[in-house]
């Protein structure tokens, strides 16, 4: 059984930074990789937005485009941990911040489908303008 648990959300002003982390427990670990994505309020939990992968052997990231340049995504082999860098955070960021483990069928890390449907409690982004 996959757990998740994500942490390090909180109200920030526009441009300022914060730095998610993951913890990632059980059976996660297709080993392929992991993403990080968002859920704007007022939005159903299928329309989560992409924001950021890792392929977990390798490292390649994948980003979208409204982060690029802004966002780093980052792990940890060995604590089996996820982390997500947000600089210069923009209003439009706010939303619940989410991970998920690429199912490891070796489709895009874009598409939420490709992920297994486990999922934290999320953690709340707050930016201020």
């Known amino acids: 059984q996959v757990r998740l648990e994500e942490s390090g959300g909180g109200l920030v002003q526009a441009g300022g930074s914060l730095r ?3 913890v990632a427990s059980g059976r996660a670990f297709s080993g392929y990789g992991m993403g990080w994505f968002r859920q704007a309020p007022g939005k159903e939990r299928e329309e989560r937005e992409f924001v950021a992968a890792i392929h977990w052997i ?3 990231t994948y980003y979208a485009d409204s982060v690029k340049g ?4 980052s792990r940890d082999n060995a604590k089996n941990t996820l982390y997500l860098q947000m ?3 923009k209003p439009e960021d706010t939303a619940v911040y989410y ?3 690429h199912n490891g ?3 895009s890390f874009h598409y939420l489908g490709n992920y297994l449907d486990v999922w934290g ?3 709340l982004v707050t930016v201020s303008s």
């Open 20 to 22: 998610l982390s993951c």
């Open 58 to 60: 390798g490292g390649s």
């Open 70 to 73: 802004r966002f780093a995504v």
């Open 87 to 89: 600089n210069d955070l």
């Open 99 to 101: 991970c998920g483990a």
């Open 105 to 107: 069928r070796g489709g």
């Open 121 to 123: 409690q999320g953690t």
